[in-house]
Structure formats: structure tokens, C-alpha cells
């Protein structure tokens, strides 16, 4: 199709020779191509032919009149503008073809400004439907490369731009998001689109090991490096030569390895525990974290010139609160997903069902979703999964405990105990938030860096949990197992 309406295509349909030829000298001087046509059933066949930005036909013709040309040329094209026109004497058909979808009609005898502005707005309005259907094009091409990686919210199709601009080139990624998000999806997509897909990605779970472990794994080893050490080995690094390794967590790493791997971004080289040589290799790494670097980074926790390294391009994934647009789509790719893996194709969620997912916000993000779906297909007895397979504590939004009020023992002054109410009032908002920092600033409804000041200022610490042990990665420090996950900042 033509790109502008001065040069877009016209037919047009009239049985008067003298009128068609007044609408062909009045566009062509305007700069429309234009060709003609005596009756409705030779507009038809060039409108079969040939591709036209609109259709001006006139209503009382011999034959096939203007009523049934539109319908016609609906069956071939439902979005090509058509312009009727039409006698006084014929005005109700004119309406009636209005109604059968013509774009506008104009009156004999008609004023040439009149048929320009209807033309022009006739073909501003084809453009505009042919923008729309090829943008839908573009995104569903776009975004249907990440067939893992659901989510058609503003916030995911971001995420999916950075990956596409991001995947071609050399430069090292930083994905940043909380627990369960996605980050080793996005990572496998970034070494998926880019040039070195066809070699090998990585994945180095980075807060398992010890020191001297992590750094065997990545670098390899010389015979006799450390006791134990009976034949040389090669390191991960060593397998993702020429491809894409990714650090999951790598805040975790420790600072002794931080030195050695900042050598590897810088100098593209490296030499195996115990040994001498220089191997060199070449890497892309990309690195995920869920917890704030930066911070880490001004406590002494992680290496100033290390993050900064990281820092080249950084692509964050929001929470699943924060794109609740997306719950339906996921619903539906998990249900798919263990319907054919438990042979139960075809299940349907209850809207009720779904209320209560769309209601609770997920501090385990998508993870978490996907195991409640995976647990309802799996107890589901009929083809219907309601409101009764949802977990009990999905169904229950958390509150925010007030602390009991007691009266101040004596001597003790109002400053004190406004500041013993106010660190009760934290403590209670981080446990009813899961100890997610932004989620506890809104139920107190300040600022999440006006939270977390205030817990350095109280200096309020991880509660030790009563069961089994927390997940590390969850921690508010990541390094004891039994602490309560009080304080962690989802930043």
C-alpha cells in the first residue's frame, strides 16, 4: 500500500462519464493514482486485480448498484473505505449503505473541497488500520521468539526490547529481580539470540561452593593444587569458551574469587588453581542477583570495579505484583503445561479460582505461581479447577499486626517510646511483607529507601525462623540458613 494519502491508490465507480471524469481530473491534480471503472461489476474485477486506499462509487447505477458494490468489495477487503455517492433522491440509500458500513457519502451536486477531506480522512483512516495490524504483526513476531518467557504487559515487553537489542553484542548483562522471577530465562534467551548460540551456555550456581570449590569449578586445577587433586581438570570456563556463562546469584561470590573474575571481563584470560600458565578464553558473561549490588558494594561485600564491570547493560524483571496484567497468561502456560504432563489436556480455571490468584501478590513471583497451578492440575478431579485448589495461604492477603498498646513505665519519656512503637511497627510490617522491603514501605506507606534507613538506624536483624532452615537466597544476609528473611530489599 501507498505511505501517504497523497499518492495512495482510488477507484473510482460511476456510470456517468462526464462525472468520471471530474473525479479523475480533481485527484489526479491532488496527486492520487486513480483509475475508473463504468459499472459496479468492472469495479469489481480491478479491485480484484489491483490494490486500492479506497473505493468512491455511486449509489443509482444500471446493473449492480452502489449497495452491492460495497458489499462486495467488503467480502474482498472489510477495511477498504468506501465513499458513496449519491443524489438528493437517493439519500436514503445512501444511509442505508452507511449502515452496511460505508465509510461517508456525498451529495450531487458536491463541492471539490468537500470530496478531498472526505478522501483524505477515508485514507488516514486505511493507513492507521494498516499501521495497527502490522504493529500487532511486529509484536507477535517480536515477542513470540521468547516462547518461555510469558508476558505481554508494558513493564515484560521492555524486558523483551532490552534482550532483543542486547542478545547481538559482546557486552556483559546484569539482570536484577527478586526470587523466582525469571532470570535464568532471560539469560538463556540473551545466549539464544545471540551469535554464539550454537555454543555452549553455562549456568554457575555461584553461592553453593567454598572458595577454593568455586574456583576449581570455574578455572580448573593442576595435579597436586590441593589434596585431593590427582589428575589437572579444566574449569567451566573452559567449557564456555567461544559461548555465554551466567552466574546465578552472583552476589554470593566471594571477594577472593571477585578479584579473579574481574580478571577474566578485563583481560579475557585466566590461570587454574595451582598453576602458572595464562589461558585465555573467550566469554560472554552474563550475571543475575536479587539483591541490591550496590549496596553490597558500599558495605564491602562485593567489588567497586567488579560491579561496575557488571553494570554495562542491566535488564530488571519486575515483581509478578507488579505485572498482574500477566497472571491469566501464565495461568494459562502452566495449566497447559502439566494438563499434558499429568494427561489431563484441556483444563479450565474458575473465575472465582482466578479472583484469588489475581488478589494475592506472589512474594515468590512466578516460581510460585507455577507450582500452586502444577499442584491444582495435579489434585483436580474434574475438568474445572475452582477456588478449593487454591492454597490456603494465597487465598489469605497478608495484614499488618498492630502491636499491643501498654502504658510507658515511669520515667521513661514520650521520645522513647515513640521510638520503641516505631520500631515495633517495622519489625511488624518486614514480617507481614514476607521481609520484603517495598512491600512492607506500603502497607506503612513511606518510601522504600525511608524503610530501609530506618532499619540500618534501629538496626533491626533477620528473626531467627523456628523449623527448617530458610533458603539462603532469601536471607537478609544470604550467609546463615536460620535466619528469618526480615529486611531483604526487593530492589
Known amino acids: 500500500m501507498p505511505g501517504t494519502v497523497r499518492h495512495a491508490a482510488v477507484l473510482v465507480i460511476d ?21 475508473l471503472a463504468s459499472g459496479g461489476a468492472e469495479g469489481l474485477e480491478l ?12 449509489v443509482m447505477m444500471p446493473g449492480m448498484d452502489g449497495g452491492q458494490v460495497l458489499d462486495e468489495i467488503h467480502k474482498l477487503d ?8 449519491t443524489a438528493f433522491a437517493s439519500m436514503e440509500n445512501a444511509v442505508s449503505a452507511m449502515k452496511r458500513g460505508a465509510f461517508d457519502y456525498i451529495t450531487k451536486p458536491f463541492k471539490n473541497d468537500e470530496v478531498l477531506v472526505v478522501l483524505r480522512n477515508a485514507i488516514e483512516r486505511r493507513r492507521l488500520q494498516i499501521e495497527n495490524v502490522t504493529l500487532k504483526q511486529d509484536l507477535q513476531a517480536r515477542y513470540s521468539k521468547f516462547a518461555n518467557i510469558i508476558g505481554r504487559s508494558p513493564r515484560m515487553k521492555q524486558v523483551f526490547d532490552l534482550i532483543i537489542q542486547a542478545a547481538p553484542s559482546r557486552s556483559t548483562i546484569l539482570i536484577t529481580g527478586e526470587s523466582g522471577t525469571g532470570k535464568e530465562l532471560v539469560a538463556r534467551a540473551i545466549h539464544t539470540h545471540s551469535a554464539r548460540a550454537d555454543k555452549a551456555f553455562v549456568t554457575v550456581n555461584s553461592g553453593n561452593l567454598p572458595p577454593d570449590l568455586l574456583e576449581s569449578t570455574l578455572f580448573g586445577h593442576v595435579k597436586g593444587a590441593f589434596t585431593g587433586a590427582v589428575y589437572p581438570k579444566k574449569g567451566l570456563f573452559d567449557l564456555a569458551d567461544k559461548g555465554s556463562i551466567f552466574f546465578d546469584e552472583i552476589g554470593n561470590v566471594p ?33 543475575a542477583t536479587n539483591v541490591d549490588l550496590k549496596r553490597d558494594m558500599e ?19 519486575p515483581a509478578l505484583r507488579d505485572r498482574k496484567d500477566d497472571i491469566p497468561l501464565l495461568v494459562q502456560h502452566f495449566m497447559e503445561k502439566y494438563g499434558e504432563e499429568n494427561g489431563r489436556p484441556g483444563l479450565e480455571l474458575s473465575p472465582e479460582a482466578l479472583d484469588l490468584l489475581m488478589d494475592y501478590d506472589w512474594p515468590g513471583n512466578v516460581r510460585e505461581l507455577e507450582n500452586v497451578i502444577e499442584r491444582a492440575v495435579v489434585l483436580s478431579a474434574g475438568p474445572r479447577i475452582g477456588p478449593d485448589l487454591v492454597p490456603d495461604h494465597v487465598r489469605r492477603t497478608p495484614s499488618l499486626q498492630i502491636p499491643s498498646v501498654v502504658m510507658p513505665p515511669e520515667g521513661v519519656s514520650l521520645k522513647e517510646v515513640t521510638l520503641a512503637y516505631e520500631r515495633l511497627w517495622i519489625e511488624s510490617a518486614l514480617e507481614a511483607a514476607g521481609g520484603v522491603q517495598k512491600r512492607a514501605a506500603e502497607l506503612l506507606r513511606i518510601k522504600p529507601t525511608t524503610l530501609n534507613e530506618m532499619i540500618k538506624r534501629y538496626d533491626i536483624r533477620p528473626r531467627r525462623r523456628k523449623g527448617p532452615a530458610a533458603d539462603p537466597s532469601t536471607t537478609a544476609t544470604g550467609a546463615d540458613d536460620e535466619l528469618e528473611p526480615v529486611g531483604r530489599n526487593s530492589d
Open 15 to 35: 456510470d456517468e462519464e462526464i462525472m468520471r471524469e471530474i473525479l479523475e481530473a480533481l485527484l489526479v491534480r491532488e496527486g492520487y493514482s486513480v483509475r
Open 47 to 58: 479491485a480484484r486485480s489491483l490494490p486500492f486506499d479506497a473505493v468512491i462509487t455511486d
Open 78 to 85: 472489510e477495511d477498504l473505505p468506501v465513499i458513496m455517492i
Open 255 to 287: 571477594l577472593e574469587t571477585q578479584a579473579k573474575l574481574l580478571r577474566v571481563m578485563q583481560e579475557r584470560e585466566f590461570m587454574r588453581l595451582g598453576g602458572m600458565e595464562t589461558i585465555k578464553v573467550d566469554v560472554r558473561i552474563i550475571a
Open 299 to 317: 558495605e564491602g561485600r562485593f567489588r567497586e570495579d567488579l560491579f561496575y564491570r557488571l553494570h554495562v547493560i542491566s535488564i530488571h524483571l
